[in-house]
């Protein structure tokens, strides 16, 4: 993985703290906005972490796929990241 990995680790166990905090929230029949809101920031920080993993995939896999791969390599990380974009358009 290119991305930062001690970053990457580091924000996927706070998502995973505010999940498993989401989680108390319900079982506790906690305020539905109360835990919508919650849900929203884990959402958020999910997406985040995303975001630097898509960017450190296109900074180094796509951009020595572009400088030194074959035309096959090149055009499977362009549809790699094509596919993502779809996925992510949803």
């Known amino acids: ?7 990457t680790v580091r924000l996927l166990k706070t998502a995973r703290g505010q999940i498993d905090g989401i989680l108390r929230m ?6 539905c906005i109360d835990i919508s809101t919650q849900l929203m920031a884990t959402e958020s920080l999910i997406a985040r972490i995303n975001a ?5 995939h296109i900074e180094g896999c ?10 096959e390599e090149k055009d499977e990380k362009i549809a ?7 996925k992510l358009a949803k």
């Open 1 to 7: 993985m290119m991305a930062d990995r001690d970053r």
């Open 26 to 31: 319900v079982e506790d029949d906690r305020y």
């Open 52 to 56: 630097d993993v898509l960017k450190a």
């Open 62 to 71: 796509v951009r020595t796929a572009a400088d030194a791969g074959t035309p």
């Open 80 to 86: 790699e990241i094509a596919r993502v974009i779809d």
